[in-house]
């Protein structure tokens, strides 16, 4: 029963008729529908990711070429030039899990990171149970404000901090 049923309906798929010119345009729109789906799945899939111009980094204000240790000036005041580098270098204890974080600022244009090394954070056996957090930091704007790093373990409380005024002119 069931080989007869399919023979059946097998006979009328094939006895399908189209009009005249029905087998070109049955072509046709297949032929449009697989070039659409090409289409779109090539420009979809195309890959967007650009090389990056290095003619459109962020360079900010131009380097005057000052550079300024801000190491040993906590708590005082620093008189800068948009361009001038900061040059900070802080120390602490290497395996206790204690970091120095930038705590301000937190808004603004004021600085520019050109650089940071740490070094000795995970041996204590390079700088004898130390590790030193160096940064250098461009001044973009003028201005007054303040730079403060906090040293401790995240989400606990502070135990150290260095805190300067920049006064940019």
């Known amino acids: 029963m069931r080989k007869i049923l399919f023979a059946s309906v097998a006979r009328k798929e094939n006895s399908l008729s189209f009009p005249s010119g029905g ?3 049955k072509n046709t729109y ?12 090539l420009t979809a899939c195309k890959n967007k ?3 990056v111009d290095p003619e459109l980094e962020i360079k900010g204000v131009p ?3 000052t550079i300024i240790d801000i190491s040993d000036k906590n708590s005082q ?3 800068a030039t948009p361009g001038d580098v900061l040059y900070l270098k802080l120390t602490g204890e290497a395996d206790s899990g204690k970091q120095w974080s930038v705590s301000e600022p937190t808004s603004g244009n004021f600085l ?3 650089d940071h090394k740490l070094v000795g954070m995970n041996d204590p056996n390079i700088l004898e149970g130390q590790f030193s957090d ?23 409380e502070v135990e150290k901090t260095f805190e300067l005024e920049i006064n940019s002119q």
């Open 63 to 65: 380097e005057t070429g």
């Open 112 to 114: 520019m990171l050109k």
């Open 30 to 41: 297949l032929l449009l529908i697989v070039t659409f789906f090409l289409f779109f799945s």
């Open 23 to 25: 087998q070109q345009k």
């Open 134 to 156: 160096e940064w250098w930091l461009k001044i973009e704007e003028k201005g007054t404000f303040k730079l403060k790093y906090i040293y401790g373990v995240v989400n606990q």
């Open 77 to 79: 005041s620093v008189t």
């Open 49 to 51: 990711e650009k090389a």
